[in-house]
C-alpha cells in the first residue's frame, strides 16, 4: 500500500524556480492541466512566473488551426490554462529568427512569425526537430510558484533543448522522475488515475 503522506514529501535539495528549469508535477496533483505534468519555466522574475506544459499533446494539428501555416502537419501541444486560443512556440533556432527571447543555452521562445513561415516553408527543414507549438500557457503570480513547491507540488529539475523540441514522448513525466533518484520511485508507482485503483 503506498503512503500517501509520504508521497508528498518526497524531498530533494530545495532550488528557487529559475528560468530554463522544469517543474516536475506530484503525482498527487490532481488538476486536469497539471496531472503528471512537465512544465518549462520560460520566464521567473519579481513579477511571477510563467511557462508552457511539454507533455500534453493535443489532437490537432496546425495547419487545422491556423491559416498562417497553412498544410503543416505539425502535432499542437496544450501549453496550459492561460491565453488558451493563443498559440506559442518554443524553438532551436537562436538567431535564426529575430526577435526570439532566450530561455537557456540551444532554447528559445516565440520570435519573427513571418520568417519563421518562410523557413517552414521549405521542404528540406526539418521542422519538427526544431519547433514545437502550444495553445495557451501556464502562469502564477508573485510568490504563488514557490508557495506551491513549498507544499511540494513540484520538483524542480532540468532538460535539455532536445527533449523538448525533438520526438515526441509520451512518457516525459515519467523519464523526468527517474532522473530524480531512486527515491523517487514511490511516485511511478502511483496509479495516474487514482479513481480507477
Known sequence: ?????????????????????????????????????????????????????????LDLRLKDI??????????????????????????????VLPGSVAITKGLWWGGDTEILEQLMSDPTFALHHHVRFYLGYAGWVTGQLEEEMMNKSWVLSDIAPEEVTGEESSDLWIKKVKGLGRDFDPWLKFPADPSLN
Not at 529559475?18 to 505534468?37: A, C, E, H, M, T
Not at 497553412?70 to 488558451?84: I, N, Y
Open 1 to 57: 500500500m503506498i503512503d500517501l503522506d509520504k508521497l508528498l514529501h518526497i524531498t530533494r535539495d530545495t532550488q528557487p524556480p529559475k528560468q530554463g528549469k522544469v517543474l516536475i508535477s506530484n503525482p498527487l496533483l490532481n488538476d486536469f492541466f497539471f496531472r503528471r505534468s512537465v512544465v518549462l519555466l520560460v520566464d521567473h522574475g519579481e513579477d511571477g512566473s510563467f511557462g508552457v506544459i511539454l507533455n500534453k499533446p
Open 66 to 95: 491556423t491559416e498562417s501555416f497553412a498544410g503543416l502537419d505539425l502535432r499542437v501541444f496544450l501549453g496550459g490554462p492561460v491565453k488558451s486560443d493563443g498559440l506559442f512556440y518554443l524553438h532551436r533556432l537562436g538567431g
